[in-house]
Nanobody, 117 residues
Framework: VQLQASGGGLVQAGGSLRLSCAAS????????FSWFRQAPGMEREFVAA??????YYSNSVKGRFTISRDNAKNTVYLQMNSLKPDDTAVYYC?????????????WGQGTLVTVSS
């Protein structure tokens, strides 16, 4: 299982970025997907998940971030708006096979998002 995350970069506070996570066709049909992030010196934390047609967000990003998928492209997206310096982190996509709350079985390599003030 390969997950290829991309789209990170440097953005000013208030700006937007869209992260992408490309997966193989088999992975895309078998797993559901989520995004996590890890800020410097912090533990990895949940950001958003998309399972079946349901979306879930952490309180810190709710209303600003949107997770979606494009089945034709086998890609999951994280649209991030109104970015804040606290959103600075390495963002990871993850694939899970199992009920909500299960630990992901597979992780992408991470993409760095830096939000300047």
């Amino acid at each position: 299982v390969q997950l290829q995350a991309s789209g990170g970069g440097l953005v000013q506070a208030g700006g937007s970025l869209r992260l992408s996570c490309a997966a193989s066709e088999h992975t895309f049909s078998t797993y559901w997907f989520s995004w996590f992030r890890q800020a410097p010196g912090m533990e990895r934390e949940f950001v958003a998940a998309l399972r079946l047609s349901n979306t879930y967000y952490s309180n810190s990003v709710k209303g600003r971030f949107t997770i979606s998928r494009d089945n034709a492209k086998n890609t999951v997206y994280l649209q991030m708006n109104s970015l804040k310096p606290d959103d600075t982190a390495v963002y990871y996509c993850a694939a899970t096979c199992g009920p909500l709350g299960s630990n992901p079985q597979h992780w992408g390599q991470g993409t760095l998002v830096t939000v300047s003030s």
